[in-house]
């Protein structure tokens, strides 16, 4: 790894916000996703959480390529299993909702551990969902349309969350485990034996502090006899 290709990956890791994801309840349009991916990696966002209630329904892999690198998406079957992982994160659970009991998403307090919650543009987010949350937010609309698409909606609601935590101070600490920090200095910088490692089962090596692989020969003989 360069020490250029080092910096700008410890850069970005040093302003991920851990305790800030998106939840999309069957948001399965490619063009949608990538969009979403794209914008949580924008603004600091390290995991993404789906949730698929139609296996026929599921985002094919590499539908956000690029950004997905380098934010991880949790694929979960059916609600229960997201709601309960980000309530055992202490996490605050938003929904986008039209409805009377909806506030302007403005007043939400995002510097909090947050989860949003937004569902497909035709269905919304299921009751459920809605049940399942502390609050429901809108964004004001003064026009003829009602709603946004989903991914622009996500972008309005994300940059607010980003001003609110940049005024905080959020981004001037690494929220990131050290432990995810090195995987992902290790997959970003060194891709290929990170590919040979996934393909035949082969544990990460340790990382200097430059980013450079520290290994054993019985490690580098592994990587040189593996399949390709």
């Known amino acids: ?8 990956i410890s850069q970005l890791l040093d302003k991920r916000q851990a305790d800030l994801t998106l939840c999309l309840e069957s948001v399965h349009k490619n063009h949608n996703l990538a969009a979403l991916v ?7 966002i390290h995991e993404v959480h789906a949730i ?22 949790h694929h979960h079957n059916g609600l ?10 202490g996490k605050q659970i938003l929904v986008t909702n039209l409805s009377q009991h909806a506030v302007d998403f403005r007043t939400i307090d995002y510097t909090k551990p947050t989860a949003i919650i937004m569902g497909q543009e035709r269905r ?11 609050h ?9 349309a009602e709603s946004l698409n989903v991914s622009v909606a996500a972008a309005v609601i994300l940059y607010e969350a980003q001003r609110q935590r940049e005024a ?32 035949n089962d082969i544990p ?7 980013g450079q692989i520290v290994a054993d020969e019985q490690w580098w003989q592994r990587i040189r006899s593996a399949k390709r």
Not at 81 to 86: H, R
Not at 204 to 209: A, E, I, N, V
């Open 136 to 144: 429901e937010i809108i964004i004001p609309m003064v026009g003829m």
């Open 204 to 210: 990460y090596p340790s990382l200097d502090k430059t």
């Open 80 to 89: 229960d299993p997201a709601i309960n992982q980000l309530r055992a994160e």
């Open 38 to 44: 794209r914008t949580a990696d924008a603004v600091g």
């Open 1 to 8: 790894m360069s020490p250029e290709r080092f910096a700008r």
């Open 168 to 199: 905080a101070g959020c981004y001037q600490q690494s929220t990131v485990s050290a432990a995810e920090r090195e995987r992902v200095l290790f997959e970003g910088g060194h891709p290929i034996f990170a590919r040979l490692c996934r393909l």
């Open 124 to 134: 919304g987010v299921t009751p459920e969902a809605i049940a399942a949350a502390d």
């Open 52 to 73: 698929w209630y139609e296996q026929a329904l599921r985002i094919k892999r590499g539908a956000a390529v690029g950004s997905e690198k380098w934010v991880k998406v």
